[in-house]
């Protein structure tokens, strides 16, 4: 029998699972204050639940988290590390230090198939979705590490490897337990998903009634460029992708952030600031500029004139920031440090 891990069970399933188990709604309650507030990592910890309960528990529910396969912390204390998850796959996840808080950046997939040219995620072909539990562990092992210094992770964005609306199902239980007041109580607004732009997926997304972010990967102002660097492109086109963005707007009445990687001489000079402009010309949405970290193996440039983008855009109306960069000291590129442990295993 395969057993459960209940890291993977969202509140409302978790209720159905106990109601199977011809246990009181509350039980999942119950459950999920012992999991997420008390952390316990062991069924015979929950002293509440009676002893005979707490043996069908163990015969069929798990509590199991990843573990860290390698880390790397970076002079800015940028940490990175590769996690195995089932099967022995490996996955990163990455915890940033902002001022307001600690970010976490998530992966949703095991590789990715989107093969963004400039992206060392898709160096390696997808080769499975995460399944829930797989995805708040990334978060659990993390504030494990954070917990030393007594802090916790208080922000979260799926922006690692993977495409999240490929994976949509799992995506929205694990935002949710992200989200609940008896899980992480993670903000709504403090937790952002990232889409290379999927516009059947943006539109139900904005039918979700959730608050959290929604954030689109750009990278360019015109199908030409797009298509080059971004193949998805291909398939939902500028003229699909940006009536999706504004009917999302409309309907969850909360703006996007379209992320902007500066790439040198393919859609960083002053015209692709003025086209951008046009392209996203009343929307709601603000723009964030990334300042490239270079992918050996794709041979792109870091752009020059991230500043000088940025006051152009700022001229034409655009609400636009430059990210902080994090990490330039370790393996910064999302996918790069699982990149190389494939390359260095199979050669």
């Known amino acids: ?67 860290i396969y390698t880390k790397q912390v970076s002079t800015d204390g940028t940490i990175k590390c590769l996690l195995n998850v089932k099967n022995d796959d490996k996955v990163e996840t990455v915890i940033m230090r902002y001022n307001y808080g600690n970010v976490i950046c998530i992966s949703s997939q095991v590789g990715c198939n989107m093969a963004c040219t400039f992206c060392a995620s898709g160096l390696l072909k997808r080769k499975r ?10 978060v659990l092992v993390m504030n494990d590490l954070l917990s030393e210094e007594n802090q916790r992770v208080t922000h979260v964005v799926v922006m690692g490897t993977g495409e999240p609306f490929d994976n949509y199902e799992n995506v929205l239980d694990f935002v949710r337990i992200m989200n609940h007041p008896k899980a992480f109580a993670i903000g709504a607004r403090h937790i952002t998903v990232s889409t290379c732009g999927i516009p059947d997926k943006i539109l139900r997304y904005a039918n979700e009634g959730l608050q959290i972010n929604l954030a689109i990967s750009l990278h360019a102002p015109n199908d030409e460029i797009r298509s080059k660097i971004m193949p998805i492109n291909r398939a939902y086109p500028l003229d699909k992708l940006m009536p999706a963005v504004r009917e999302y707007e409309r309907i969850a009445k909360r703006r996007v952030t379209f992320e902007y990687i500066l790439l040198k001489d393919v859609n960083d000079r002053m015209e692709h600031a003025e086209e951008l402009a046009r392209l996203i010309k009343g929307t709601l949405a603000y723009v964030n500029l990334i300042p490239y970290n270079p992918v050996d193996e794709h041979g792109y440039k870091r ?45």
């Not at 997420?36 to 015969?59: C, N, P």
């Not at 636009?320 to 960069?325: G, W």
């Not at 393996?331 to 990149?339: I, K, P, V």
């Open 1 to 67: 029998m395969v057993m459960i891990n209940l890291y993977g069970v969202e509140l409302h399933k978790l209720e159905e699972l106990m109601i199977g188990e011809e246990q009181k709604k509350f039980r999942a309650t119950q459950l999920f204050t012992w999991i997420y507030e008390k952390k316990a990592t062991g069924f015979d910890e929950m002293t509440d639940i009676s002893l005979k309960f707490r043996e069908v528990l163990k015969e069929k529910y798990c509590l199991i988290k990843p573990t």
């Open 129 to 138: 979705n995460l399944d829930v539990e797989e995805m708040v562990g990334q």
């Open 303 to 347: 752009s020059n004139n991230v500043h000088a983008f940025l006051d152009k855009l700022t001229k034409l109306g655009v609400t636009a920031t430059i990210r902080k960069e994090f990490g330039t000291d370790i393996d910064a590129a999302c996918g790069q440090l699982r990149a190389k442990h494939v390359e260095i295993h199979e050669n």
